[in-house]
């Protein structure tokens, strides 16, 4: 017996879409830490363009994973559903989980854009939350993704979130990876310029 996948298309782009968004996700985060301590050395213009366009690309995916269930003929979800916490009457707390996991990446990537008027220290402290969202996004993934009990699954969020996760262990033993004031304001004129 066959199955159309055309009638599971939406479905189908959703869940790719959903597992991009978790590896790049991963990805972002573990960059992010790796550029904020002393675990890189150097310049950080090359790496910052690199976790500017895989914070880009999770946002991206994100939109993706949302909305295209919008086409899923099994759910039948509203925009509201996709959108909004708690709006959802499947699986609630798991797909509220996703929600707010979603909106915070997508805000807290977005907050790099105004972080000259936020102020850059504000800015640092409130980027520190992408952390909680990226935890957030990793308890929606196991709890209502489809694969999350296939072992390739599991093993290609392992491969992606361990990193991330070695990353926070050094610089939280680093105590926090901090730099010297002096030293991060010399680097912001390379930020603006993307060099």
């Not at 790796?34 to 690309?57: D, F, T, W, Y």
């Not at 959108?83 to 996703?98: D, M």
């Not at 805000?107 to 105004?114: I, R």
Request: without cysteine; hydrophobic residues 50%.
């Amino acid at each position: 017996m066959t199955t159309d996948p055309s009638t599971h298309l939406f479905w189908i782009t959703s869940r790719a879409a959903g597992t991009t968004a978790m590896v790049l996700a991963s990805a972002a985060v573990g960059f992010g830490l790796v550029m904020s301590g002393r675990l890189a050395k150097g310049p950080n213009g090359g790496r910052r363009i690199i976790h500017e366009v895989l914070s880009l690309s999770v946002m991206v995916s994100i939109a993706v994973h949302g909305l295209s269930l919008l086409g899923d003929q099994y759910l039948h979800p509203s925009l509201l559903d996709v959108t909004v916490p708690f709006a959802s009457g499947y699986r609630t707390l798991a797909t509220a989980a996703g929600i707010v996991a979603g909106w915070a990446l997508i805000a807290l990537g977005l907050s790099y854009y105004v972080r000259g008027r936020i102020g850059i220290q504000r800015w640092r402290v409130i980027h520190r939350f992408t952390l909680l969202a990226w935890i957030g996004a990793l308890v929606h993934t196991f709890a209502m993704g489809t694969d999350a009990r296939s072992t390739w699954f599991i093993a290609l969020v392992a491969v992606t979130a361990l990193p991330a996760l070695v990353a926070l262990a050094l610089r939280t033993a680093d105590g926090g990876g901090r730099r010297s004031a002096p030293a991060t304001a010399a680097r912001e004129p390379l930020a603006r310029s993307g060099a």
